[in-house]
């Protein structure tokens, strides 16, 4: 029987946990999105020239230490609108013009900047080697990131390896990214309950993928305990549910059915 791959997305799993990195992102940028240099930037970006518009926002973040992390998250947050309007568009010329030539700002500023502005750029840097389907420079961007961590007793750590392992999935290293969830998981108690969730699903999404059906069923019921406890509050909730009832059915049906003995009529 060959593999069943299959994966889902999971929008409602450890949302506290991505909500919180999102708001920190934009509570940033909301200091900055009126000043005259992001409205200058915004207009420039209207005019295709990025790199005049990314290399103004580095600027400023470097000439004003109080403004640094605003600045820097605008370049970010201005670099995911471009990207979602670029999307439809050729991406051999637009996408690739504009991730360059940010890249190449963004690079040139890193070990300028401080820790919490270097956790935001190194993060969106390896995404960008990741669209750019170039996993081995992501990973060394999150090499640094884990690095200026420098403890895994914290969820920004658990967040970064997280990103990791998601990354080798991308790559197609299933084993190494289950490797460190599989770490995560052991360190669970350092971390918050919305990461311990993304971490619990991804690792059951990627048993899954792998055909380790004893560590899925074993994780499913985990999962099923959890979710049948937990409060619904929306669709979300359910649907989280639901997922793992499938999946969970799925290869108890399969394991059942390599267990059963096969039976002959004599005739």
Known sequence: MGLVVFMFLITGIGDTATNKYIEDLFGYYSQVMNNPQCQEARELINQNKYEDAFKLLAENAIKNPELEVPFISAMIVLRQQINS??????????????????????????????????????????????IQNQ???????????????????SDDYALAMYQYANTAMLAGENLKAM??????RRNRNYY???????????????????????????????????????EIKDFSDVSDLLNVLKILLMFILRENSMLKPMSYTIR
Do not use: H, W
């Open 85 to 130: 309007k670029t999307e439809d568009t050729d991406k051999n010329s637009s996408e690739e013009d504009f991730l360059n030539k940010y890249y190449t700002v963004a690079n040139s500023i890193l070990d300028n900047i401080s820790p919490e502005s270097r956790k935001f750029l190194l993060s969106d840097l390896a995404e960008i080697c990741m």
């Open 179 to 184: 490797q460190i969830l599989e770490d995560l």
């Open 192 to 230: 918050s309950e919305g990461i311990q969730d993304k971490v619990n699903f991804q690792l059951f999404n990627i048993y899954g993928m792998l055909g380790k059906t004893d560590f899925v069923i074993k994780l499913g019921e985990e999962l099923r305990n959890k979710f049948e406890k937990k």
């Open 135 to 153: 996993p081995q420079k992501a990973y060394s961007y999150m090499d640094e990131m884990i690095k200026d961590i420098g403890t895994v007793e």
